[in-house]
């Protein structure tokens, strides 16, 4: 009975030792080999906060807007993943409900876009080529970390509108780039420089002496109108020679920026009075025409030169046939004799006329087409003179308008206007 309480009560001490040591904590130690296990290294990301997905644009056209906005954006340090849908397909693929364009959409496009690194993207810029009177091009950039708008351009699009396809993408571009980064405002020395630009104040009496400069011209305006005076500027007198060194040039043309654009009629000065009213075009004409020309003399002198083996090959031919006695096309036995042929000589005939009649005819052609280039130029000239012709008696009738009415912008702090005289 003893014995039994003795197993009984070490029974029991056993039980509640484990119970305690279960319930105590861990020793430090022991938690801090759990806790400094080596974790999975974070995936690289798939942006570097320059990166944009390029949309196909949408819409058909002969201007290749989207290459041209990827060029210039890859030229300005931006990243490109070309993206082989345009804004609908894209919008299909998710099942966006709706319009396509709107923030909600492009907000699912870009979730779905930035679930795969290789179309992970911080902007997504999609455009539309829509067809009219005229055709239109619309390119809109959208935030995709921000769910906002950028930006939205337009332009209109014209076979000979060449500087719209250009201007654009550097327009975005450069957008872009403040979008990113914005301009820094305006320091105060900056504001004190622009600041000193302005008209420095002026007294009363000054003030007073242009209004009534600004009144007195406006008067001698008024009575000449009255008056009925006018320039001439239809019978001013034109002499190409004698106005050449007024109205030269010293540098190159001024280029066009356009078809629209006038072109720069004034004459070269090195090239004096004759030479430097031509136009390109005549340039080109004359060099053509003497090329040609060039071509004719040489086709000439080539069958004048054939003409040599043709006469010697046409005597050979007839002594032949002043020894045989007989004419070889009736008779076959004339055909050879002394050891020559009559076919072998008759050949040689053919061969060396067809020489000089080939190049006397290819010598034609070009003399034809000299003469036809020569034609032209003469044209050329004629239309070039005209021009300037014109030109300059345009710009007489400025000069002489301009010496004759004088007009000059008045600005104050007060207020402005503009000084109109005139020379009686």
Not at 173 to 180: P, T
Request: hydrophobic share 40%.
């Amino acid at each position: 009975m003893i014995t039994a309480t003795k197993s009984s009560v070490l029974t029991r001490a056993g039980v509640l030792s484990i119970a305690l040591g279960l319930a105590l904590p861990m020793h430090p130690w022991t938690m801090s080999t759990a806790v400094a296990a080596p974790a999975k290294p974070a995936a690289a990301p798939a942006t570097n906060g320059k990166t944009i997905a390029l949309l196909r644009f949408s819409g058909a056209s002969t201007t290749d807007l989207r290459g041209g906005v990827q060029t210039v954006l890859e030229e300005k340090g931006w990243s490109i993943k070309s993206v082989a849908l345009d804004l609908a397909a894209a919008g299909a693929k998710v099942k966006c409900k709706g319009d396509v364009a709107s923030l909600d959409c492009l907000d699912t496009i870009g979730k779905w876009l930035n679930s795969n690194p290789k179309t992970a993207a911080d902007y997504i810029i999609h455009g539309k080529y829509i067809a009219g009177t005229p055709n239109r091009a619309e390119v809109v950039v959208y935030d995709a970390r921000k769910n906002a708008m950028v930006r939205s351009f337009e332009l209109t699009l014209s076979d000979t509108d060449l500087i719209g396809p250009v201007v654009l993408p550097q327009t975005l571009a450069q957008a872009m780039d403040e979008y990113l980064t914005p301009p820094e405002p305006i320091t105060e020395d900056e504001k004190k420089i622009i600041a000193a630009l302005d008209e420095p104040d002026k007294t009363p009496e000054e003030i007073a002496a242009e209004a009534k400069a600004i009144q007195d011209a406006e008067d001698a305006a008024a009575k000449a109108a009255s008056a009925g005076i006018e320039i001439d500027t239809e019978n001013i007198p034109v002499d190409l020679k004698a106005d050449f060194k007024d109205f030269c040039r010293t540098g190159p043309r001024n280029k066009r920026k356009s078809r629209e654009d006038p072109k720069d009629l004034r004459p070269s000065c090195k090239r004096g009075p004759f030479w430097g009213y031509w136009q390109p075009r005549a340039w080109v004409a004359m060099g053509l025409t003497i090329g040609a020309g060039i071509g004719t003399i040489a086709f000439y002198g080539a069958a004048l030169a054939a003409r040599g083996p043709y006469k010697d090959s046409v005597d050979e031919l007839d002594a032949y046939l002043g020894e045989v006695g007989g004419d070889p096309r009736r008779d076959p036995n004339f055909a050879t004799g002394n050891g020559q042929s009559y076919d072998a000589l008759a050949t040689e005939v053919s061969r060396t006329g067809s020489v000089v009649r080939s190049r006397a005819l290819i010598g034609d052609v070009l003399l034809g087409s000299t003469a036809l280039l020569a034609g032209v130029l003469t044209i050329i000239i004629f239309q070039d003179r005209t021009d300037a012709k014109n030109y300059i008696k345009q710009e007489k009738g400025l000069r002489a308008i301009t010496k004759t009415m004088r007009f000059a912008p008045v600005v104050t702090k007060q207020g402005g206007g503009l000084g109109f005289g005139m020379k009686f």
